[in-house]
């Protein structure tokens, strides 16, 4: 289909793609295109260290490379922005990585971002990304809710220790915007913003419009890969 | 009428809010609201000097506090950001300047951007913004083509000083994307990124792209203003 | 007359002008010319959001040039420096901000400077002035007394006040050099450095002895402004 | 074996894994162990892109799972560092990358360092990397000698062409250390700083001899990784 | 004498000092007090290294402690700013290095400054020095004339090279502010300033300025050396 | 003797050396050269301010001078590293401080580092020279045991301290690798990874390694002073 949007999850838990597709539904209503939402079969129940978010860098390539025939814009849905440049070197394309966007997103809502984490051994990984996207100036600081990826799906618990952690980094870290750290995480957005009175970006919202944006205003990258 | 999007620009040239309206064309299918694109009457001609950035402020929000009613998105359509910040304490709708949404976008579409600015004088005051951004680490350069805001609508002339500029940022500075550091350029995007090869961002397209997804995903921001 | 340095207090606040008056006066003894504080009578009573601040740019800059003539070097008197980069593009005499020389001479003093703030609102606005300065490595922090700016001519509670919030500064955030984020509290240095043990900067101060200096030394600088 | 050293080429060709082999023989008299070169057969002839280096992460885990039992310290001789952070994930033995040991030994022996890339689409990749660091302060620039890691092999052009390249860094970016930016280029080394009058650091030699040292002084980090 | 403000200059040459004797001049009329520059006898001709630089710290010291119950402010005047914070353990009374202060007052009076050094082997010290300070976000550039100090008594020759170098500066680094990196130089100062239309800073005389408003205002510092 | 590394005590106090030997022991098996550890006769008993640290640079420049021919690499053993530049301009051999290599080696260990400093008044002098090496963004924080140097002697107090000030460096400024920031502490290095669970880095350790590399490897600097 034209101007299809690739939404990839790369991890193989149905649930969190369901909840991707609930995430950027707003989206939709008009876009002359298609956002779809896909699973990674090949990736783990879900993303939780260094080693499994480069392992699925070959499959996902793999699949970016089968469907970009068919695709206008690519969207890697996990915090981690796993192959987002290897991604980049595929295709000319515009391919956004959640946490990117995420990011960016928070920055034109706030002075400095908080990012509620999953895991407490996630930040270091993340702390390394945000400063190879230079954007340290602005965090805020990152606060772990302490559960897997695979526990999310108990929405009873969840919700109010992400309200905890996302007070935690308004009132001790001075955070005024906050980056849910993992995909998958939006249906808890509004009660965050509601008991915290602040804006929350869900990353997968994010980079979704961002692709959205891109199709429609044709960004075509250059390929920073090697020539082949 | 509901959701929609002021792009307003605060210089007077009229000629200039049409090309911005031209610009935005490609959002408003499908987007279940209205981009208008208005003209700040008592703005200058073309804003040139820290002093005219700063002088439209008053007026601009003015304009901003008589159509909050019905305004949910606010771009400021002038690559100084006049105002942002002041329009961000009058209402927590999402506010967005050309200069920081046009500078986001860019990093999604490459490792380094360079600006392609009107005026020489223009530099400084937007090395300072980029500085306050915290995004520094990431700009390759900026270069001037030396035409002033009104003149730009020779085209004739206009264009070859474009290319011709981004191509010293791209081979000189090492630019891989570039951003028109100015509103009312987008009419030449497609001939620069033609000539150049890399992505070229019209930072009123993407400031208008960041309004249309925040309405869409309903941020609201805290107010960051003095309480009343 | 002859080497008169014009410090204009933003704001119409006639009493916080007076304030100034005093903190300036031992740059007086000897100096070959004038320090001379003056209102701006179109200034808002205090300038305590980002709107007011851009907003008496345009009086400042009227009132900047009509006085140039007449005028060896300029200060601008409120900590968020409005309308600084306005003033050095209308005249190549020195002009200087008390935010800007008040940070810079706290550098001098100490190894991390704190500033001690009015409002909490005004963080964030200093925080990206900061960052535009480029000095944010030397940032402890800064911290709020709580008062508007009207408020602090009851000296009573507000001396105290000061106090603990440069505490806080010196042993929560490691500052070992304060900054008066605000014009016109001068008079509270003396107890401040007395119970603190530590150099505290009055930003007017700062800048005027900078002009004072700037104007013996007879710095001129280069107009960055567009060519006219 | 008691303290072995384990070298992992990722790449397949087994002539860089020689001269890497080569190259450390200056650290191996008197050190009580083995410092022993392998090739990751399951490699691509060369690693010239993120995709690349992302997609030999999955089986150098396995590798390095295999043989941690038996390995006192790890060395990933290729310099985008695949796989760095998921190898501190298994093992809480020390794990070097020979980018990150490559610019710190650096950072000893010059003010400023120029790397020698061998590829141009390599060097957005190494400047993620170096930002994630947190070393950008101290990089000079970085330069390509324009061949593929294959075409290394071939060692007539290859040294008058990275000297040239080393010229450049030193006399147009103001290098005063090279570090070359790929592994199995130590054979260059003694030419280019007899040509140059630089120190140039071989970065497979700089994290061998990390390792080496990490091993007699027993540093055992913490391991970062998801609990298991 | 009460208020007296001691300019040292750490090299032996008499006619280094007498120059900076020139250079202060226009602060004394009013000052009531005293600014006096004084030759380190146990100084070497001229501080070229950081060995000198370092070597100089002991006698410095020594000087300082006799001068301290007659002094109210101290001035170290070499551009590497020798034994600045060991004065500063030494007294609480303010002590300011000209390469601090110099570097300071180009903020404001320019974008970014250009360093016009002596010797090719300064830059790196004043690199290192930079960014101690926290300032390499407004360095332009910093480029070397090419003579020993004391080669700069003869002035023939001297000034058209000091232009030369401030012109590359300015053209080649965006330079729109001249630091003098040097001590005693202030005799260049008006040449450079009226052939390059840029302000130029003579660092002695921005430290004993600083020096000057220091003694009038009343800065005392808290100590920061070890409790004896 | 071919190959030797000479390891300088700046301070006085020969059971610091000792310290040191002990320290570097494990470096020594197989090395084809010699450790020497010395005292510096000159020195003070222990190095704890800026002045002192200063003030031993003259006498260490005379005996690195002394030595220069009958040595291959040289280390200068004191947490502030004094002299290291100025050894670096007399002689092209590597030289290297405890503080730099320290700082350095725990980069490879961990993602942030904390130090342990003796006193207090230190940790202004290192945030200095943190930021003069380019490396604050990976520093978590310091914290004084505040102990005197020669106090150290005393092991039986100094152990709980140390050990309770890494707990904080690690719990309240999320440290993942300790450098101890003072020479001749490696005695405790075992029972505080022990407690702590956490990487230590003896900084002479690291320092001597980094000599006995470059021993072996042949770096060889080029001289940064002054021409002669």
Same mark, same amino acid.
């Given at each position: ?136 100036? #602005?965090? $805020?600081? &990152?606060? =772990?809710? !302490?559960?897997? *990826?695979?526990?999310?799906?108990? /929405? @009873? +618990? ?30 808890? #957005?509004? $009660?965050? &913003?509601? =008991?915290? !009175?602040?804006? *929350?970006?869900?990353?997968?919202? /994010? @980079? +979704? ?20």
């Amino acid at each position: 289909m034209k101007n299809r949007i690739l939404v990839i999850n790369p991890n193989s838990t149905v649930a969190v793609t369901e909840a991707m597709d609930r995430a950027v539904a707003p989206l939709r209503p008009g876009f002359e295109g298609e956002i779809r939402c896909v699973t990674l079969a090949e990736g783990p129940p879900g993303i939780e260290s260094q080693r499994q978010s480069d392992e699925v860098v070959a499959p996902l390539c793999r699949l970016a490379e089968r469907e970009a025939p068919e695709t206008a814009a690519f969207v890697v849905a996990c915090f981690s922005d796993p192959g987002l440049y290897a991604l980049r070197e595929i295709t000319g394309k515009p391919v956004f990585g959640i946490a990117e966007s995420g990011l960016l997103t928070a920055l034109t809502l706030g002075e400095r971002f908080g990012i509620v984490a999953i895991l407490e051994t996630s930040i270091p990984r993340h702390a390394r990304m945000i400063r190879g996207l230079g954007l340290e100036a #602005r965090l $805020a600081g &990152e606060r =772990a809710v !302490g559960f897997g *990826v695979t526990a999310l799906a108990n /929405a @009873a +618990a969840v919700e109010s220790r992400m309200i905890e952690t996302g007070r935690a980094l308004r009132d001790d870290c001075g955070a005024d915007v906050l980056v849910l750290g993992c995909a998958g995480m939006a249906d808890y #957005r509004a $009660a965050m &913003e509601s =008991a915290l !009175g602040l804006p *929350v970006v869900d990353p997968t919202q /994010a @980079a +979704a419009a961002h692709a959205v944006a891109a199709v429609q205003l044709g960004y075509r990258r250059a390929l920073t890969g090697p020539a082949q």
